[in-house]
Each structure stands twice: as structure tokens, then as C-alpha cells.
């Protein structure tokens, strides 16, 4: 009876403790959603300067954030580079991120971030992807040393903006000229990824509360659509019923 007990507690206790580790791998409600923007979005002359903003909004506390920024450089210069450090001196961090984490950021693009650092490699390595599309990135680390509070952004706000200048005139920006890919995104099932949003599970800054992956990231612009934006491809989706239809309509076509 005791032997019965025993394996019976085991048992319980197994089953708890997936039970928890399973709820604590569901990060998908805490969601972090990046908007991007521009001061300037129509009707840009040769040479005109605009700024890009990236605004960000969370439902739960900062522990580090990776943000890649990619744009068109047969359409646009960015502005402000330096070949010395710090290379963060093209970036103008904001807010209370800007405050309360060690930031830096890099203009140069590194080949590993095309060949490495993305779900997508085969694309993104082509020579022809790389010479197009550049990649901005910036990065917010906690450090308890400047701050020991991490930040939660429950509305909209701006963490970074840069500048970029027109190679031509350009009548509209679209999606496809800035944007943020989910390629670069940090998952589970990819590690190397170099977007993400670690949530910190605690009041204060601490190495043991920091929760890597499994949150929900989005992002999203306030330019138009374009149908050739590499980050979002068009994709046709139908109904249960949609399909029924299509089978019975078209179906007589597989017979020919």
C-alpha cells in the first residue's frame, strides 16, 4: 500500500511540475507590437531628409530588447554614420528606455545578419538582397547599475528614430522601403534570431527573472502597402466553404 502511495505522489508530482513548466512557457500574452514611422512619407524630393521612428508598446516589463530596422538603400542614404565609435551616434534613443537601459546600435550591416541571423538565409544572402537592403540595429540592455526598475510601455512611444535621405525623388513610402521582417525574429526554434523583446518576470532587474523567448512580437508601419515587400508576401487564404465551392466548380478541371 505504501509502495502504491509512493508511485501515486510521484506521479502528482510529475504532473505538477510539467504542469508548471508548461504554463510558464506560454509567453504568448505578453506581447510586445513595434509601429514604424516617418515625419515625412509623401511627395520626398531629391536629397530631402526624413526621420524614422520607431515607436514600441508593451504589456509587460523590459529586459532587453533587439530591434533590426531594414531598408531600401537604392532609395535612400542613411544619415549621421561614423566610422569610429560609438556606433550608436546615427541614433537618437528616447523615453524612458533611453534612461533606463545601456543602449548601442550598428549602421554597418554585417554580412551575418543575412547569412546567420535570420529564418530565411536563402534570401536574404543573395548578393542582390544584400546590395539592396541595409540593416539598422539597436539594442536596450538592463543594467542594474543605472537603473534596477525595468520599464513597461503601455502606450505607444517612441525608443529610436534615424535619418534617412532620398537618392530621387520618391512620391510615396511603402512597406517595402522601411520595414521590420519577422525573419530576424528571436524564437524558440530560432535562437539566432536578432528581434526580440526578453521580458523581465519581476519587479526588478534580475539575470534569474529574465524570460528570453515565446512572447508575442508584431510589427506594423504607417506607410502603404507594397505588393513586392520581401517582409510580408501576399498570401491567398479561403474558408471551409470557400474550398467546398472551388472543388465543385473547378474539380472537373483535375479529370482533364
Not at 99 to 114: A, D, F, I, Q, R
Not at 153 to 178: E, M
Amino acid at each position: 500500500m505504501k509502495k502504491i502511495i509512493s508511485v501515486l505522489l510521484a506521479v502528482l508530482c510529475l504532473v505538477s511540475v510539467l504542469s508548471v513548466a508548461s504554463f510558464a512557457a506560454d509567453e504568448s500574452a505578453n506581447k510586445a507590437e513595434f509601429t514604424v514611422t516617418a515625419d515625412k512619407t509623401k511627395n520626398i524630393a531629391k536629397n530631402d531628409t526624413i526621420k524614422v521612428s520607431i515607436k514600441l508598446k508593451t504589456n509587460y516589463k523590459i529586459y532587453v530588447v533587439g530591434l533590426p530596422v531594414i531598408y531600401d538603400s537604392t532609395k535612400f542614404t542613411l544619415l549621421d554614420t561614423s566610422e569610429s565609435p560609438p556606433l550608436k551616434s546615427f541614433l537618437t534613443f528616447s523615453g524612458t528606455m533611453a534612461s533606463s537601459y545601456v543602449t548601442n546600435g550598428n549602421w554597418k550591416s554585417p554580412t551575418e545578419l543575412y547569412t546567420e541571423r535570420n529564418s530565411n538565409p536563402s534570401y536574404w544572402s543573395q548578393s542582390s538582397v544584400m546590395n539592396k537592403y541595409k540593416i539598422v540595429t539597436a539594442t536596450w540592455t538592463a543594467d542594474s547599475s543605472k537603473s534596477n526598475n525595468p520599464v513597461t510601455l503601455n502606450s505607444d512611444t517612441v525608443i529610436v528614430s534615424f535619418k534617412l535621405k532620398a537618392k530621387s525623388a520618391i512620391s510615396a513610402i511603402t512597406d517595402g522601403d522601411v520595414f521590420i521582417s519577422n525573419d530576424f525574429k528571436k524564437t524558440s526554434s530560432f535562437a539566432g534570431g536578432v528581434w526580440y523583446v526578453g521580458r523581465c518576470a519581476g519587479e526588478h532587474i534580475s539575470d534569474a527573472k529574465f524570460v528570453s523567448v515565446g512572447q508575442t512580437l508584431t510589427a506594423k508601419s504607417t506607410f502603404t502597402s507594397s505588393p513586392d515587400d520581401p517582409a510580408e508576401p501576399a498570401r491567398v487564404s479561403y474558408t471551409w466553404w470557400q474550398w467546398i465551392i472551388i472543388i465543385f466548380l473547378f474539380g472537373w478541371i483535375w479529370y482533364i
